[in-house]
């Protein structure tokens, strides 16, 4: 079967430091996915795991442990734009997506 | 990375009318998807889109509500029929790209009354 969690809502203070997990259970393995949605609009690529460890990319990161079934997205220095929901995504070809996390950027 | 194009970008329609929604890559892709996303909601896959024959379909849709096109490499039709209130969603285009990543359409937001 395919399942994969994370956290519905999550809220956090602009310049702040945030983490969504995310941990999954899929029939095949080919990587992670992190998208970003705004609301509206179409996700948006964040980044990719299909090696354990952590992956930077400017004010994000990915994180990947195969054997615990786990990643997650850390965003550093968070502005009020990073308000968006949060898609975590196996790629079990094709993209098996969570339900996604709401991510609130407070002043 | 890979460009993708929908129209329309959204549309009001009326029950038990049909809505094709085109969809146009500007480079090659290896596979092409057709995702729903209701309102609130997760994207949920339709179907991949197979060129010169029949989509594969997910769990609970089929092709007589949803039949998909895919003619070249480049170009996948999506088209929902005989409309309900329940068909009020937005559907997404992808392609996934040699690398595995993912890349979406704008989105086609339908309204049916």
């Known amino acids: 079967g395919q399942n994969i969690d994370q956290p519905t809502e999550m809220t956090a203070t602009e310049g702040a430091i945030v983490q969504i997990n995310c941990t999954y259970q899929?029939?095949?393995?080919?990587?992670l996915f992190w998208y970003q949605q705004h609301a509206g609009e179409a996700p948006t690529f964040l980044s990719y795991?299909?090696?354990?460890g952590l992956e930077e990319k400017g004010r994000f990161s990915s994180f990947l442990s195969r054997s615990k079934g786990y990643s997650y997205l850390l965003l550093k220095e968070l502005q009020m734009k990073d308000s968006a929901s949060y898609l975590c995504?196996?790629?079990?070809?094709?993209?098996?997506f969570g339900k996604g996390t709401r991510l609130s950027v407070i002043a | 990375s890979a460009v993708i194009s929908q129209k329309p970008s959204r549309d009001i329609c009326q029950r038990g009318t049909s809505l094709t929604i085109q969809c146009q890559v500007d480079s090659q892709v290896t596979m092409m998807f057709w995702y729903r996303q209701q309102p609130g909601q997760s994207l949920t896959l339709i179907a991949t889109?197979?060129?010169?024959?029949?989509?594969?379909?997910e769990s609970g849709f089929v092709i007589d509500k949803f039949p998909i096109s895919r003619p070249n490499l480049t170009f996948s039709t999506l088209t929902v029929s005989n409309m309900s209130p329940e068909d009020s969603s937005i559907y997404l285009c992808?392609?996934?790209?040699?690398?595995?990543?993912?890349?979406f359409g704008e989105g086609s937001r339908l309204t049916v009354l």
């Open positions: 795991n299909v090696l354990d």
């Open positions: 899929t029939s095949g393995f080919n990587g």
């Open positions: 889109a197979n060129q010169g024959s029949e989509a594969t379909y």
């Open positions: 992808s392609g996934t790209a040699n690398t595995g990543e993912l890349f």
């Open positions: 995504a196996v790629a079990d070809t094709p993209l098996v």
